[in-house]
């Protein structure tokens, strides 16, 4: 019985390594599968799934050709291919000389309802009493005329209207009109020096000023005003002092492709100015203009300075023009501040800003005979054109309305 079961054990072990050495054999050397024949297509009961296409490996592949990274430059820094540069903005067609004027009477019409309309009014009168020329030297003064101009129009309109009698309100706007014009002067010459000199050079124009006239933004539509009317115009950033000074003047030149010559915040005012003249004569322009800083006529130091400015750039050439700019609602305070340029630098315009819409048309006469030198340039409004240069007659016909 025991040599039965150890038959029975021994076949089984031979039976099971048989076995192992068939299915190892097998694993080792695989058949390739038979080839597959065509299919044609078929529908209904008889359709049979189609054979899978052949699939060509990534190897076999065509895959597109990719473009070369940009070439870097000695900097290790990528260059970038001319097509993807961002095209300069277009330049501002700055409005012309003549049209601004044609605004000047609606802008400074709305000073008549307590300047031009009151002394009509009062002259308009019956009778002219003590108490009514009171009132017409208040109205004068007011609208900041000046104590010595006041008295010497009263004096004249007081001969005037007894010469002339009866009065129509026709009459009366003529005498007004006339007077007026002669306060504020027709002898004057305003025109700016901005062209270029028998030599070449460019004309020079410095802006000059306190803080809060608009001294900046009012070099920056100076420009405008040249570009329009046909000069090339460099700008000197002289104003180093206040943070955004040269980059607001830079913006202003940008517009109409006028260049800005700045130096480093805090900088030496004069060393700008003196490069500004440099770059100015180099590049063969008609005018450089220099906004120099927006000092207070309190400071003494800060005064020497300006005239530091003066001096540097006189060594290029003279100085053209030097525009001071004032704001018009400041009044006698504005005197004031004109006196104390005028001892530092020699003044040869007056810029009034902010006489849009104001009482205060009489500034314009006071300014001049505190300075001897004309108005120039007024400021209409915050538009980038509204500069104008001074008219005499349409001012005083703004003025008195029609």
Not at 242 to 264: H, I, K, M, N, Y
Not at 280 to 295: F, H, M, S
């Amino acid at each position: 019985m025991e040599t039965l079961i150890l038959v029975v054990v021994i076949a089984v072990v031979v039976l099971g390594a048989a076995g192992w050495f068939v299915v190892g054999s097998r694993r080792g050397s695989v058949a390739p599968p038979p080839p597959r024949t065509p299919v044609e297509p078929s529908v209904g009961e008889d359709a049979q799934q189609l054979p899978e296409p052949p699939r060509r490996g990534i190897d076999t592949l065509d895959l597109p050709e990719t473009e070369a990274p940009p070439a870097a430059d000695e900097a290790g820094a990528a260059t970038v291919p001319d097509t993807l540069e961002e095209a300069p903005p277009a330049l501002e067609v700055p409005e012309p000389t003549a049209g601004r004027l044609v605004r000047l009477r609606a802008r400074l019409a709305r000073s008549q309802n307590t300047f031009g309309k009151g002394l009509l009014a009062l002259l308009s009168r019956e009778h002219l009493d003590e108490d009514t020329w009171e009132e017409i030297e208040d109205t004068l003064l007011t609208a900041d005329v000046g104590v010595a101009p006041t008295q010497e129009l009263v004096e004249r309109l007081r001969t005037r209207v007894k010469v002339l009698g009866t009065r129509s309100p026709a009459d009366l706007r003529a005498l007004l009109h006339e007077e007026l014009l002669a306060l504020v002067g027709t002898d004057y010459d305003r025109s700016l020096t901005t062209t270029k000199a028998a030599d070449g050079a460019p004309g020079v124009l410095m802006v000059v000023g306190v803080n809060g006239t608009g001294k900046t933004t009012t070099t920056g539509k100076l420009a405008r005003v040249l570009v329009a009317d046909g000069h090339t115009v460099v700008l000197g950033a002289a104003d180093t002092f206040r943070a955004a000074a040269a980059d607001q003047l830079q913006t202003w030149g940008e517009r109409v492709g006028a260049r800005t010559v700045r130096g480093p915040e805090g900088g030496d005012p004069a060393s700008v100015a003196f490069d500004a003249v440099k770059e100015g004569i180099a590049e063969g322009v008609d005018t450089v203009l220099i906004d120099t800083a927006g000092r207070l006529h309190t400071k003494t130091g800060l005064m020497d300075e300006l005239g530091k400015v003066k001096r540097v750039v006189e060594k290029h050439g003279p100085v053209d023009e030097v525009l001071l700019v004032l704001d018009a609602t400041t009044g006698q305070n504005g005197l004031v501040q004109a006196r104390v340029f005028a001892e530092v630098v020699n003044i040869t315009g007056i810029v009034l800003t902010k006489l849009d819409g104001t009482a205060k048309g009489g500034i314009v006469v006071a300014v001049q005979r505190e300075l001897g030198v004309p108005v120039k340039l007024i400021g209409l409004g915050e538009g980038p054109d509204d500069l104008a240069p001074f008219e005499p007659s349409a001012f005083v016909d703004a003025l008195i309305g029609d």
